[in-house]
């Protein structure tokens, strides 16, 4: 069983939703974001998302384009990032590295040995915006032969006749975009994700995550009445954003800060009783 | 009208929206049934003789087609070599082939029964061009236009807003016209249901390359006829500047089974190997962005690099996926003119034809300059003289060191 099956198994014991968290990779700097994926997993993230940045991530909004920015005038790369997660497995080999990007940097490091590397570091799985079904048998079988999921994105205009062809090739979870928006602005309501997620039950055996426009220890505690885990993103990013200090550092106080609103999110996700898992699963 | 032949060059793309490796639908998942919901429109309304009787009308009466082919006489004699014909876009409604594309996509927004229109415009000239087709149907229309553009580009900014439009600058990137683009789909992403993005040029995710390029279109098929009309042949060499590629396609795409010499001028800028241009085919390597997989100016880790061109409407890292294709099997040449050249091919033409070309066809033009002379008297050589230069006189006159 690799890490992110045996975190959602290890998750529906305990009877609660996991929370992924998100980390920009070198934004605004490497060091700061390795303090940051060792300091989520010691704070109670289940996941957590590396983001490969990207000169231009069309389905983000206005927090992880800037996260974006920061990160590739820091020297971000396909190559660093792979980097970040050897360093990071060193001392952590159970909690599962999510990479999420753009296309174009992979294919310009090569998709064979991306994906070679990926594994090789320590990567469980990965998330490719703008690959959808209809284009990502250029990546499947690289990642299928390093065994690393390729987990899909739905979303709400994902129709139920469409919702199989999505599916069909999806491995470790099921990423639901709980809004039509990009990343960090609205947020779906509970009745919104009432009605969407066992919609996605009904289609798939997958733990279900939602994310994109998740903030808040309540919204996230929303989220795990339904899903099986909640992703924060935005939030994070906007805590540390707004503190850097006038040279675009992140002092330990800021990255100390951070990491309480991580403690914050993980102790909602403990809070709510499961009552999903046993009247959905 | 002239069909495609066994083996034709004009069936591409593929079921998947494929020309050989290229174009796709590299979109975000939100978008994706989106796409395909406008894939079935268009295949729908390609086939239904009212919507091609709708577009010819608008083309008629409101674009002003067919535009004529002019003989450039004087050009000809100072070059001293093969005939040069102008196809003569510039003579459209808005000043260029922009408008021909608006009315196609408005028309099938219309069929859909989109409400709201969206485009990203680097220039102007496209979100001038799509503001004009919106105030005709009377759609609410927001034109996504880079800081930097919207600041060296204010009389087109004002046209917009005289049309109705609304011109939201973006500050995202470097904002510019690929940034434009990237705020625009986040838009449509955000407002799926309602509204229709009318994408500027032959790129873009499936069926935007194939759409906008049989919309184009038009400008070929009446070229050919007027050329056998006039010549009673077909010419040696069409010559088309390449941004996105939109105009290029359309003169090209219904004689890519003739035998035509063509050749896609791209934008030098400040020289192929000052880091400062526009050409993709020429300086790029293929990648994806925006939506199809096509050659783009990127670094080594494939971040998109800015491109650079004295005309806005060159001015972009990517091209459309057809001409990748075309690049790759060797149907057309593609090749790069300087800011510099454009420039004086500019003058020339005002001097020569009385025409005040746009700085786009001035790259055009710029090439045919170099040939026409090796060429003999017998030859002929089409142009397409895509746009007018009035939007350009400031830049020109910028670059002349001149005061207006």
């Known amino acids: 069983m690799n890490r992110i099956a045996a975190t959602f198994a290890r998750l529906k014991a305990e009877g609660r939703a996991g929370l992924i968290t998100f980390v920009e990779a070198f934004d605004p700097d490497r060091a700061t974001s390795a303090a940051l994926l060792a300091g989520m997993a010691a704070r109670g993230a289940d996941i957590i998302e590396i983001g490969m940045p990207f000169s231009d991530p069309m389905a983000d909004g206005p927090t992880i384009q800037l996260a974006g920015r920061r990160a590739l005038h820091a020297g971000a790369t396909v190559a660093g990032t792979l980097d970040l997660v050897r360093e990071f497995r060193a001392g952590n080999d159970t909690l599962p590295l999510v990479l999420m990007g753009y296309l174009n940097p992979i294919l310009s490091y090569g998709i064979e040995r991306f994906a070679a590397d990926a594994a090789r570091f320590g990567v469980d799985g990965v998330i490719v915006v703008d690959l959808p079904t209809e284009e990502s048998d250029m990546m499947l079988p690289s990642l299928r032969a390093n065994r690393i999921d390729l987990i899909r994105l739905v979303a709400p205009t994902t129709s139920d006749e469409r919702l199989p062809v999505v599916l069909k090739e999806s491995s470790g979870f099921v990423y639901y975009v709980s809004i039509t928006g990009i990343t960090g602005t609205r947020t779906a309501s509970a009745d919104d994700l009432a009605r969407d997620i066992p919609r996605l039950r009904r289609a798939t055996d997958l733990p279900i995550a939602v994310g994109f426009g998740v903030r808040t220890p309540e919204q996230a505690a929303i989220v795990a009445q339904y899903a099986d885990a909640a992703v924060v993103a935005s939030a994070l990013i906007d805590r540390m954003a707004a503190g850097l200090d006038g040279n675009g550092h992140a002092s330990p106080a800021l990255i100390g800060q951070v990491l309480d609103d991580v403690s914050a999110l993980a102790a909602a996700m403990r809070l709510e009783p499961r009552v999903a898992y046993a009247s959905l699963a | ?404």
């Open chain 2, 1 to 404: 009208m002239n069909k495609p032949i066994p083996n034709s060059l004009r069936n591409l793309p593929d079921e998947r929206g494929r020309f050989g490796e290229f174009g796709g639908r590299f979109v975000a998942e939100t978008l994706m049934p989106l796409i395909l919901e406008l894939e079935a429109a268009y295949e729908t309304a390609k086939g239904d003789p009212a919507f091609q009787a709708e577009f010819d009308y608008y083309m008629k009466h409101y674009v002003g087609r067919p535009s004529p082919m002019w003989f450039a006489e004087r050009l000809t004699k100072k070059l001293g070599g093969a005939k040069i014909y102008f196809k003569r876009d510039e003579l459209n409604h808005t000043g260029a082939h922009k408008i021909n594309n608006c009315i196609g996509q408005i028309l099938l927004a219309k069929r859909m029964g989109k409400t709201r229109i969206i485009a990203e415009t680097g220039a102007g000239q496209h979100g001038v061009a799509t503001a004009t087709v919106a105030a005709l149907f009377g759609l609410p229309c927001v034109i996504y236009m880079g800081a930097v553009d919207v600041e060296r580009q204010q009389p087109n900014v004002f046209r917009m807003k005289l049309l109705g439009a609304e011109v939201r600058p973006v500050t995202s990137g470097a904002a510019t016209l690929k940034d434009a683009m990237n705020d625009a789909l986040r838009d449509w992403v955000a407002n799926v249901r309602d509204t229709f993005y009318i994408i500027g040029t032959a790129a873009g995710p499936h069926p935007y390359p194939a759409m906008v390029r049989d919309f184009q279109s038009v400008i070929g098929v009446e070229a050919r006829a007027q050329m056998l009309e006039a010549e009673g042949r077909l010419p040696d060499v069409a010559v088309a500047a390449i941004g996105g590629g939109s105009n290029a396609i359309g003169l090209f795409h219904p004689m890519l089974d003739d035998d035509v010499r063509m050749i896609g001028v791209e934008a030098a800028g400040r020289g192929l190997d000052s880091g400062e241009h526009a050409a993709s085919l020429s300086r790029g390597r293929p990648g994806v962005l925006h939506g199809n997989k096509t050659y783009l100016l990127q670094d080594a880790d494939g971040q998109i690099l800015e491109a650079h061109s004295i005309s806005a409407g060159l001015d972009y890292p990517g091209v459309g996926p057809e001409h990748s294709y075309l690049h790759d099997i060797g149907r057309v040449e593609y090749v790069a003119v300087t800011d510099d050249e454009a420039l004086a091919a500019f003058q020339l033409c005002c001097a020569t034809e009385g025409i005040i070309p746009a700085l786009e066809p001035a790259h055009a033009l710029a090439y045919v300059a170099k040939i026409a002379p090796e060429m003999a008297a017998d030859q002929i050589i089409l142009m397409n003289l895509c746009g007018r230069g009035d939007k350009d006189i400031f830049t020109v006159a910028k670059h002349l060191g001149e005061r207006l």
